[in-house]
């Protein structure tokens, strides 16, 4: 049996938030006001995380600048944001549903969260997504990746926040970088966007990552972002890279998926899970993006020499 390696795949599906993107330190810094000095910065995150995932998966389809929103107002006890009756799945053009029938949000948690009844403060927490700053190895370590791969955006985030995330993730220096795929812009390091409000749904649904599959396949769904012409790259041929065990490491050991871990030395909170770190559910840990890039260098440099 040969060797299983990085570069044998031509598919990096990536999750920006929390892998490429320090969003962490922006909702703490904009939520630490609504709790006493003292709590720590654990507690406050583990809180938000508690919120967010209920409001994603009650309502997937309520926009995620709008989900932050909902989330501040319900920490700081400002807006009741119980939850009413369930609703039926979308359908897409051939008729499968993409998104969750459940309980979901009323329309006075979204009433109150446009009123004058919502604080600046919210508001402003709900627009704070593209301000969000990358990692410091995150820029140089796509534009790297890009050469060897067709890299992916899966990401819990409505079209208008990761657009101005998208900028951050850009850079005119590493443009002369070749990419082996076309990407959404010369600058760009991303081959291919779909985000939550595209497919209606949040991780960790394992819908999300299925759609992803069927995008990068032979068979694209025509409704939602592909390429053109298809890949028509198989599931064996797809790695996905992320921070989160809860939300993307463990849908894709689910799906029988190839993973890197990147842990960010463990400092993040969110998406983090005991047991399945316990259980090592990745195929490959790296502590930064930036490492994985060395490894595929070397895997590259190994093959040439080799040949």
């Known amino acids: 049996m040969s060797k299983l ?57 309520v926009a995620y600048s709008k989900i932050l929103r909902l989330a501040w107002l319900r920490l700081s006890g400002q ?47 709900g627009a704070s997504i593209p301000t969000w700053q990358p ?26 926040s990761f657009s101005g995330t998208h900028e951050l993730l850009k850079s005119d220096t590493h443009e002369a970088c070749k990419s082996r795929y076309p990407t959404d812009t010369s600058d760009s390091p991303f ?3 779909l985000t939550a409000q595209q497919l209606n749904a949040y991780k960790p649904d394992l819908r999300v990552l299925e759609s992803a599959l069927q995008q990068v396949s032979s068979a694209p769904r025509s409704l939602l972002p592909h390429p053109s012409p298809p890949w028509a790259v198989e599931a064996r041929e797809v790695l996905v890279v992320a921070n989160s065990l809860l939300h993307d490491i463990e849908p894709a050991n689910l799906h029988n998926l190839n993973s890197v871990w990147i842990s960010r ?15 090592g559910v990745w195929t490959w840990r790296f502590e930064t993006l930036g490492d994985l890039a060395d490894a595929v260098d070397q895997e590259v440099k190994e093959a040439r020499g080799a040949t």
């Open 135 to 160: 990692f410091e190895d995150t820029v140089k370590a796509l534009h790297r990746l890009k050469e060897h791969f067709a890299l992916v955006v899966l990401s819990n985030v409505d079209n208008r």
């Open 5 to 61: 390696e990085l570069t044998s795949h031509k598919v990096l599906v990536f999750d920006v938030y929390g892998t490429l993107i320090d969003w962490e330190s922006g909702i703490y810094n904009s939520l630490k006001p609504l709790f006493p000095k003292d709590t720590p910065r654990e507690e406050v995150l583990e809180k938000y995380a508690a919120a967010e995932l209920d409001l994603q998966m009650k309502d997937p389809s």
């Open 79 to 125: 807006a009741n944001t119980s939850l009413g009756h369930g609703r039926s799945a979308d359908v897409t053009d051939e008729g499968e549903e993409i998104g969750v029938s459940s309980p979901v949000i009323t329309q006075q948690d979204l009433y109150l969260a446009s009123s004058t009844l919502a604080t600046s403060n919210a508001e402003r927490f």
């Open 191 to 193: 081959s291919l966007i």
């Open 265 to 279: 030395h463990e400092k993040n909170i969110i998406g983090t899970n005991p047991d399945l770190k316990e259980r």
